[in-house]
């Protein structure tokens, strides 16, 4: 099976790439696709948002495409950034600026007040108008301070739950065993395995 991951970032393009790594799939990016729109992420909800790129890049391709969107939800902003996530800072915003807001409208919150968690919806849209969504969580809280230098985002502040460690200072096997994205792509792979095998009965 062919499919097409729906991002130019890099970084996840790297993450799912590593998670399908073994599966009987062959992975292509938009840029293997000349005159792939690009697409304005405008939905209320992450699931909006995914299915509206993985649509987008299956109909111009004619191949199964694959589109995540994920946030950080922090309980005590009630919610926020949410879908802002990417541009928390501004639609210019780039992870240190976006960081740095987040430590900002935090300041006065302390201890367990500080909870927080990761949401990542991936959809899967076929040619002939099929979408699969699958969803991944995980639970952390935020820290005080940026700690380690792998992954992106806000991987530097959260620390998942049980852990003393954040997203930014494992290694790449540790983070995909608790990450929401990595929990969704395991979804992803039950399904594909399914799907894989009865095609082929």
């Known amino acids: 099976m062919e499919i097409v991951l729906a991002t130019r970032n890099k970084k996840k393009e ?17 840029d293997d696709f000349p005159g792939c729109p690009d697409i304005k992420e405008d ?18 391709t004619g191949k199964p495409a694959l589109a995540d969107d994920s946030g950080l939800e922090v309980y005590a902003l009630k919610g926020a950034p949410g879908t802002l996530s990417a541009r928390y800072a501004g639609e210019d915003a780039d992870d240190s600026r976006n960081l740095g807001k987040l ?9 367990r007040d500080r909870g927080a968690r990761f949401v990542c919806c991936i959809a899967l849209a ?9 969803y991944g969580y995980s639970e952390g809280r935020i820290g005080r301070e940026p700690k380690g230098f792998k992954g992106f985002g806000y991987d530097p502040l959260f620390y998942p739950e049980g852990s003393k ?21 395991r979804e992803v792979q039950r399904y594909l395995k399914e799907k894989i095998n009865f095609s082929a009965t």
């Not at 799912?16 to 062959?26: A, L, P, Q, V, Y």
């Not at 939905?43 to 111009?60: P, W």
């Not at 076929?126 to 699958?134: E, L, V």
């Not at 460690?165 to 792509?185: C, V, Y």
């Open 126 to 134: 076929f040619p002939d108008g099929s979408i699969n969504t699958f």
């Open 14 to 30: 790297e993450e799912i790439k590593r998670i399908t790594d073994g599966m009987k799939i062959s992975i292509f990016t938009i």
């Open 165 to 185: 460690k954040t997203f930014a200072e494992m290694s790449d096997n540790e983070k995909d065993s608790l990450s929401h994205r990595g929990k969704a792509m």
């Open 103 to 111: 430590l900002y409208e935090m300041r006065s919150i302390v201890g």
């Open 43 to 60: 939905g209320k909800t992450f699931e909006e948002n995914a299915v509206k790129k993985a649509v987008t890049v299956s109909r111009h």
